[in-house]
């Protein structure tokens, strides 16, 4: 049995509905997602940090705050530095997730430090490999409206509740990326038991 770690901050909501169609995804391919929703102090338990380095994957997750994560997450981050000296978490497969009121808002930021983190872990980042949905017909509703590639990107809007946002077609794409990376997980755990 795979099994993914969900890692995220949500401040008002929008965070975690993206982060329930990422579990979504990653049920639908037979994984077990064990998630981990930081809480508003960025401290998480001993059980959270056992679960992390027991995972086959990673998915990070947060809002973008100040073209960058929230600070909760950022203390989660710099709380893995005893991980990161053994490198317990390297060779995991690796993906990340943001939300932001703009369409752009500064997203890619977010996303650059996220990769950033899970390559000095050593891990695996994969991307959504969505096609961007760009033509004139295109709406929020379809898949990868805003364009995203090297992690997922949704929008919700300054005065939308998480009910209104993030948008129909970045929860689709949420739900195809805990797919991606479930299955990736599956693969290389397996490949990584026959080089063993």
Do not use: C
Request: hydrophobic share 40%; glycine share 12%.
């Amino acid at each position: 049995m795979t099994n993914i770690a969900i890692i995220y901050y949500s401040g008002y909501g929008h965070t975690a509905k993206l982060a329930e169609a990422v579990i979504q995804g990653v049920r639908d391919k037979g994984a077990t997602p064990f998630e981990i929703r930081i809480p508003d102090d960025g401290v998480i338990g001993d059980a959270d940090w056992a679960a992390i380095e027991a995972a086959d994957g990673l998915i990070y997750g947060s809002p973008t705050y100040m073209g960058n994560v929230a600070w909760q997450f950022k203390r989660f981050a710099d709380a893995s530095s005893k991980p990161w000296l053994k490198q317990a978490w390297a060779e995991k497969i690796a993906g990340g997730f943001t939300v932001s009121a703009s369409t752009v808002g500064d997203k890619g930021e977010t996303m650059s430090w996220l990769i950033t983190f899970a390559q000095q872990h050593g891990q695996l980042w994969v991307g959504p490999a969505l096609l961007p949905n760009n033509a004139l017909s295109h709406t929020p509703d379809d898949v990868n409206w805003s364009g995203f590639s090297t992690g997922l990107m949704g929008i919700a809007r300054s005065d939308s509740t998480p009910e209104q946002g993030p948008f129909p077609g970045d929860l689709q794409a949420g739900r195809l990326y805990g797919q991606r990376i479930a299955e990736l997980a599956a693969h290389h755990a397996i490949a990584r038991q026959v080089a063993a």
